[in-house]
């Protein structure tokens, strides 16, 4: 009797789960043919901007230390104009471990927080990083004028103590023993 039931229970899921099915495809069959194929376009569109961004990196390595070659220097423009979407392939590309492209790295992220206020914040973030390498293109990063007053305020504000003391790099040995009175005032 108890497996007749389960039986009756198991058979019913397997109704109601294949008319859902059937809905699902039928709805699906009933849209508009131009609406897919955007949505196909677009997804490849953006395989296209993915490997895009990958050229544009792997150009970013040829230059000297101090000195990016043209072609590097027009890869850093066009990662820039790319922006915020460029990013997180630019985070990865650090996993390769080769110095020339962690400069071309350094220069563009740096760039490109100067564009958008968001890029300066998830820069800020990565100075906790657990990877060494990606704390020191943070810093270097934010290593410009602009960026100043934000690593002041992340310096006084951060509980997190490798975010602070990364923050604390960027400065000179007597901004950091006014920033640390500072920070000894706000823990009063």
Same mark, same amino acid.
């Given at each position: 009797?108890? /497996? ?5 229970? %198991?058979? %019913? ?30 997804? *490849?569109?953006?395989?296209? *901007? *993915? ?19 043209? %072609?590097?220097?027009?890869? /850093?423009?066009?990662?820039? &104009? ?22 071309? @790295? ?5 760039? @490109? ?10 820069? @800020? ?24 007053? %934000? ?17 604390? &790099? ?19």
């Amino acid at each position: 009797m108890l /497996r007749k039931n389960l039986f009756k229970s %198991a058979f %019913a899921v397997s109704l109601i789960s294949l008319s859902i099915l059937l809905l699902t495809i039928n709805s699906t069959w009933g849209t508009d043919k131009s609406s897919q194929s955007q949505q196909i376009k677009s997804l *490849k569109i953006t395989n296209a *901007k *993915k490997t895009r961004i990958a050229k544009l990196i792997k150009i970013l390595e040829k230059r000297n230390i101090d000195n990016p070659s043209d %072609a590097a220097r027009d890869a /850093r423009e066009e990662l820039v &104009r790319i922006g915020k979407s460029a990013v997180p392939q630019l985070i990865k590309a650090l996993e390769q471990n080769r110095s020339l492209l962690t400069f071309g @790295i350094i220069e563009t992220l740096s760039e @490109i927080a100067k564009k958008d206020a968001s890029i300066l914040q998830f820069l @800020i973030e990565k100075l906790g990083d657990k990877n060494l390498q990606v704390r020191f293109v943070a810093i270097s990063a934010l290593r410009d004028s602009n960026f100043q007053t %934000a690593l002041i305020k992340t310096a006084k504000d951060s509980t997190n103590p490798k975010i602070r003391s990364s923050a604390m &790099r960027y400065f000179s040995q007597d901004k950091i023993k006014s920033l640390r009175q500072s920070i000894a005032e706000l823990k009063k």
